[in-house]
C-alpha cells in the first residue's frame, strides 16, 4: 500500500513538472493573436520622396537626409536627383541678420520647370560649415509623397481570379477573429486543467 501511495505521488510530482515546463498563459496568447494587427497598423512609414512643387518631377529622397533649418523652412540633403540643376553665379545670402552671417550660395533650379528650388552654399562662417557640402532645398517650393502609399488598385483578371470585394474580406476577417477566439478559449481552458492538476498535487 505505501509502495502504491509513493508510486502515485511520483506521478503527479511528474505532471505537475511537465506542466509547469510548458505553462500557458492565456494573456499572452491573446496579445500574440490581437497584438499584431495593431503593431502591423503602426509601423512605420517608408521612405520620402522629395519632388518639384510645380513640375512634380523627384529632385531627392530621405535616404539622403541630412537635418533641417527650421528658423529658415529649409531642409538638406546630401544627394539629390540629375533633375536639380546648380547655378552658375555666386551671390551673397545672410542667413541671420543678428549675427550677420554673410555666406556665398549657388541657387538651384529644376530642371523641367527652370524654378528656384533652394541653394547650395559655397562659402560659410565657420560656425555654418555643416550646410556645405549640402543641398538645402526651400520647403514652400518643393512636395513629398511616402513610397507605398498609393492605395489605387486595377481590378483582378482572368477567369479564375475574384476581385476582392467588402463583403469578401469581412467574410475572411469574421472567420480569422472566430479561430482567434477558439485559440484563447482553449488557453483559457488549459490555465484550468493546470490548476487543477496543481491542487490535486497539493492536497496529495
Known amino acids: 500500500m ?8 511520483h506521478r503527479l510530482k511528474h505532471v505537475n513538472t511537465t506542466f509547469e515546463a ?19 497598423e503602426d509601423s512605420d512609414d517608408g521612405p520620402v520622396v522629395f519632388i518639384c512643387g510645380k ?12 537635418g533641417s533649418e527650421d528658423d529658415q523652412n529649409q531642409i538638406r540633403l546630401k544627394r539629390v536627383t540629375d533633375n536639380v540643376l546648380i547655378g552658375k553665379d555666386n551671390r551673397l545670402y545672410e542667413v541671420s541678420k543678428s549675427k550677420r552671417s ?8 529644376c530642371q523641367g520647370c527652370q524654378s528656384v528650388l533652394g ?26 509623397y511616402v513610397l ?16 476582392v470585394t467588402l463583403e469578401y474580406r469581412g ?27 496543481q491542487e490535486g498535487c497539493d492536497e496529495a
Open 55 to 66: 513640375c512634380k518631377l523627384p529632385v531627392g529622397d530621405s535616404l539622403s537626409w541630412d
Open 102 to 109: 554673410l555666406c556665398l550660395v549657388l541657387d538651384l533650379f
Open 2 to 9: 505505501a509502495a502504491r501511495e509513493k508510486s502515485l505521488k
Open 148 to 163: 507605398g502609399s498609393a492605395s489605387q488598385m486595377l481590378a483582378a483578371e482572368g477567369p479564375k481570379e475574384q476581385p
Open 22 to 40: 510548458s505553462s500557458i498563459d492565456s494573456t499572452a496568447v491573446e496579445e500574440k493573436l490581437f497584438g499584431q494587427a495593431e503593431e502591423d
Open 171 to 197: 467574410i475572411v476577417e469574421q472567420q480569422l477573429t472566430e479561430m482567434k477566439m477558439l485559440v484563447i478559449s482553449m488557453a483559457h481552458r488549459l490555465e484550468e486543467i493546470e490548476a487543477g492538476l
Open 119 to 144: 541653394m547650395v552654399y559655397a562659402s560659410t562662417p565657420k560656425n555654418l560649415d555643416h550646410k556645405r557640402f549640402t543641398f538645402c532645398f526651400n520647403v514652400a517650393d518643393i512636395d513629398s
